[in-house]
C-alpha cells in the first residue's frame, strides 16, 4: 500500500510542483511593470518616472533636444497641445537626449521657448534605450497597455528641409483624443521628421 500510495501521489506532487511554477511565472509577469521604471530628474531636481501612470490617462513622452531646429521649432505646437489634454488627463514630460547639455542649459531653453510642462535630462539615454527613440522631435503616448503611439507631431515636416505651409495631419492630437476618449489610435505608428539622437 505504501508503494502504491507512494507512486499515487507522484503525480500530484508534480501538478503542485508545476502550479507554483506556474504561479512564479505568472507573478514574474507581472514584475517587470516596476522593473521597467525608469526615474530622471527635471530642473529642480524632482525624480519623476514618465513610464509609471500614476492616475494619469495617458503619459506623452517627447523627445527633444535644444540646438536641433526643428524640435524647437514645434514649441508653439507642444505648448498648445500640453494646454489642450492636460486637463483631460495627459501628462506631458519633454526629455531632453544631449548628454552634454547642463541644468542651466536646459532651464534657459525652457524659458527662451515657454514651456512649463515637466522637463528631463536623459544624459545616459536609458529612456530613449527603454523606448526605442531614434528622432527628436519624437512623441509617445503611453497607457497601462504600453505605447498606443509612437512618431511625429504632426506632417508639417514632410522631410529634412522639406517643410509644408501648413500641416495635413494632426497625428500626436489625433492619437490623444483616441486615448483620452478611451478608444484606440487609428495610426498609432508614424514616421518622425527631424534630428537623429546619437549613440551614446
Do not use: W
Amino acid at each position: 500500500m505504501g508503494g502504491a500510495g507512494g507512486r499515487g501521489m507522484k503525480p500530484h506532487v508534480s501538478f503542485s510542483v508545476a502550479f507554483c511554477l506556474a504561479a512564479l511565472f505568472s507573478l514574474a509577469a507581472c514584475v517587470p511593470q516596476a522593473s521597467q521604471e525608469v526615474s530622471l530628474d527635471d530642473l529642480d531636481g524632482r525624480a519623476h518616472s514618465p513610464l509609471v501612470l500614476a492616475g494619469a490617462k495617458a503619459n506623452v513622452v517627447i523627445f527633444i533636444t535644444n540646438d536641433c531646429p526643428i524640435a524647437n521649432s514645434y514649441a508653439p505646437e507642444i505648448q498648445s497641445i500640453v494646454r489642450d489634454y492636460s486637463p483631460g488627463g495627459a501628462v506631458f514630460f519633454l526629455v531632453h537626449v544631449d548628454p552634454d547639455l547642463t541644468v542651466a542649459k536646459a532651464k534657459k531653453h525652457a524659458a527662451d521657448f515657454g514651456y512649463g510642462c515637466s522637463i528631463l535630462r536623459d544624459p545616459r539615454h536609458r529612456l530613449v534605450s527603454k523606448l526605442e527613440a531614434d528622432i527628436t522631435p519624437e512623441a509617445f503616448v503611453l497607457t497601462r497597455d504600453g505605447v498606443a503611439y509612437r512618431g511625429r507631431i504632426d506632417d508639417l515636416f514632410e522631410d529634412l528641409g522639406k517643410k509644408r505651409r501648413k500641416a495635413r495631419t494632426r497625428d500626436l492630437r489625433d492619437a490623444l483624443e483616441a486615448v483620452l476618449a478611451g478608444k484606440a489610435v487609428v495610426n498609432p505608428k508614424t514616421a518622425a521628421v527631424g534630428c537623429y539622437i546619437p549613440e551614446l
